[in-house]
C-alpha cells in the first residue's frame, strides 16, 4: 500500500494515519494543544523549515483539523486553531503522552505534567467503556464487523473515482 492511498482503505486507522500520521504533523498537533498558534512560533519550537511547516499546516486545514484565522490586517497574519474536529485529536495525542511517559522518559522524570482544572489533581489518562465506564485494555476488547467494511471512503481523494 502506498502513502497516498492509505484515505481509501476501508480502515479507520489507515484513514486517521492519512491525516496526522507523520512525525511533524504530530509535533504540529501537540504544539497546538499547548497552544501554540502562529507560523514563526511553530517554526522557533519545531526547527522545521519553512516549506515543510506550510505544508503540514495546509494539509491539517485542508483536513478541516485546524482553521486558519486571520490576526492582523496589515500586513494580513494568519494563525492556526484547533478546530472541533481537531480538539477530538486530544484523547490520541495524550495516549501516545502517556505511552512516552511510562516507556521513554529519561531518570529525571517526565517533562510535562497534566493538571485536570475541575479537580486539581495530576493525572494519567485513561480510556473507559462509553457504556459502563470499566477500563479498557486489549485484552478485554473484541473486534467485530461494523456497517462500513465493505463501505468506500466518504470523501476519496481528488482525482480518484469511487465505485
Known sequence: MR???????????????????????????????????????????????????????????????LEKVPYQLRPVRHEYRLTQKGLDLYPVLMAIVHWGDVYMTSEAGRPLMHRHKACGHLFDPMMVCSECRADLTARAVTVEPGPGVRAKPANPPAGKAVG
Do not use: H, M, Y
Open 3 to 65: 502513502w497516498n492511498e492509505l484515505a481509501d482503505q476501508t480502515c479507520s486507522v489507515a484513514r486517521t494515519v492519512s491525516v496526522i500520521g507523520d512525525r511533524w504533523t504530530l509535533l504540529v498537533l501537540r504544539d497546538c494543544f499547548l497552544r501554540i498558534r502562529r507560523f514563526e512560533q511553530f517554526q522557533e519550537k519545531l526547527g522545521i523549515t519553512r516549506p515543510v511547516l506550510a505544508d503540514r499546516l495546509a494539509k491539517l486545514v485542508a483536513a478541516g483539523v
